[in-house]
């Protein structure tokens, strides 16, 4: 019983780096007309879509839920918010190792994810 709610814990932390869970986060940041967030947020997902089919196999949730660790950090700027989703991201990646990613398509999320977090950060700049 508990490799099953394991299981499905470590599907919902996974749950966090999903194109639904990104684009909730982007039109709640339109709603508030955050322009400058959704920018980054954005240029990050297109950034990460192309770079997806440089980078073969990757994992994408690991790649979104990063960007969205930087962005929600970088936006909210409150020390217990960001060691909160550090914690989350953290877990997140034990829980791709626990339900048995591929470690190399799980480095390969983390490099995207730094590369569209940057493509993010700065390609914004550049559009506000």
Do not use: C
């Not at 400058?36 to 997806?52: E, G, H, K, R, T």
């Not at 989703?85 to 994810?113: D, H, N, P, Q, T």
């Amino acid at each position: 019983m508990s490799k099953t709610w394991l299981k499905e814990i470590s599907r919902d932390l996974l749950a966090l780096g999903s194109i639904p869970f990104y684009f909730l986060v982007v039109i709640r940041a339109i709603i508030g007309k955050y322009n400058a967030f959704v920018y980054q947020m954005l240029i990050a997902a297109i950034a990460v879509f192309i770079l997806y089919f440089v980078i073969k196999d990757s994992n994408l949730h690991i790649a979104r839920s990063f960007t969205i660790l930087i962005f929600t950090s970088l936006f909210y700027k409150e020390a217990i918010f960001t060691t909160f989703a550090f914690l989350a991201w953290v877990l997140l990646l034990v829980s791709a190792y626990y339900i048995k990613r591929k470690i190399g398509s799980v480095f390969r999320g983390i490099i995207i994810g730094v590369i569209g977090s940057l493509a993010g950060y700065y390609g914004a700049i550049y559009l506000i």
